[in-house]
């Protein structure tokens, strides 16, 4: 499955958020390398980026549901 920007952004979210990769890799059929490749910045860059953006703007408290 090829990820799109806004999915690796969500990926990179879920990864900072502390989601586990195994998680995160089922939820997006990708492999479970991946969240953490993403995560670290080695792939999809921007996504990370803008994955810590939104985090920083994001209140205290409301972390997305991954239930």
Known sequence: TRLTFASAVDVAIARLSGEPCASIAARYGISESLPREIAKGRTWPDALA??????????????????
């Open 50 to 67: 803008l994955a810590k953006e939104l985090r920083a703007l994001k209140p205290a408290g409301e972390e997305k549901d991954h239930g």
